[in-house]
Nanobody, 126 residues
Framework: QLQFVESGGGWVQPGGSLRLSCVAS????????VGWFRQAPGKEREGVAC????????YYADSVKGRFTIARDNTENAAYLQMRSLKLEDTASYHC???????????????????WGQGTQVTVSS
């Protein structure tokens, strides 16, 4: 299957940190942007951050700006999401996907992304 494999999720207290990873399985991320999305129960999938192939362009949703950092390693076909100062509302399943570009002018749209992974669960709770 051509999809990402995400890992690194878990349970953390508010204010804590987690680092998520996703690795492409069966395909390459060459010349593609990579995005992280999240979906909480009963809510729509939300774009969190994306990064261009070179890493020179990044986008963050307002809800995570200043707390999350996206990075990638093209030699490993991998991307990462460093999450700090986690809040209760960050609880969700986090997913990776690829797109032709990382659009910094508009909210990330799931329809523009492919090769979705199964996700890794992040639970922020005291």
């Amino acid at each position: 299957q051509l999809q990402f494999v995400e890992s690194g999720g878990g349970w953390v207290q508010p204010g804590g940190s987690l680092r998520l990873s996703c690795v492409a399985s069966g395909f390459t991320t060459d010349y593609k942007a990579v995005g992280w999305f999240r979906q909480a129960p009963g809510k729509e999938r939300e774009g969190v951050a994306c990064i261009s192939y070179s890493g020179g362009i990044t986008y963050y949703a307002d809800s995570v700006k200043g707390r999350f950092t996206i990075a990638r390693d093209n030699t490993e076909n991998a991307a990462y999401l460093q999450m700090r100062s986690l809040k209760l509302e960050d609880t969700a399943s986090y997913h990776c996907a690829v797109s032709s570009f990382c659009n910094v002018l508009a909210q990330m749209r799931p329809l523009e992304y492919d090769n979705w992974g199964q996700g890794t669960q992040v639970t922020v709770s005291s």
